[in-house]
């Protein structure tokens, strides 16, 4: 297994753009899917993105396709999710994962999970 911890997380007026890094401990991390997600209290954590192994595939949250971009580096061991264009809906705690199987939204798909980084959109 990983160990993940995520971090860029912060306060941000509606429009802009934060950048949420999480950084992969432990061995195999290129074997891994990753994905984000992301809960606000009382709801039930939500997928945002994720990424195969290769970064070759990606695949998007329609509330996020074409404001948010999923990106990997192997050889840092490392996932970016840049996100542009924010609205106070954004607002929430942004969690990373990793798993062994495919591309998948379900998060039974991903068995590693971070702390989770809070961001927070004002209006």
């Known amino acids: 297994q990983v160990q993940l911890v995520e971090s860029g997380g912060g306060l941000v007026q509606a429009g802009g753009s934060l950048r949420l890094t999480c950084a992969a401990s432990g061995r195999g991390f290129s074997s891994y899917t990753m994905g984000w997600f992301r809960q606000t209290p009382g709801k039930e954590r939500e997928f945002v993105a994720a990424i195969s192994r290769s970064g070759g595939n990606t695949d998007y949250a329609d509330s996020v396709k074409g404001r948010f971009t999923i990106s990997r580096d192997n050889a840092k061991n490392t996932v970016l999710l840049q996100m542009n264009s924010l609205r106070p809906e954004d607002t929430a705690v942004y969690y990373c994962?990793?798993?062994?199987?495919?591309?998948?939204?379900?998060?039974?798909?991903?068995?590693?999970w971070g702390q989770g980084t809070q961001v927070t959109v004002s209006s």
């Open positions: 994962a990793a798993g062994p199987y495919g591309l998948g939204r379900f998060e039974r798909n991903f068995r590693s």
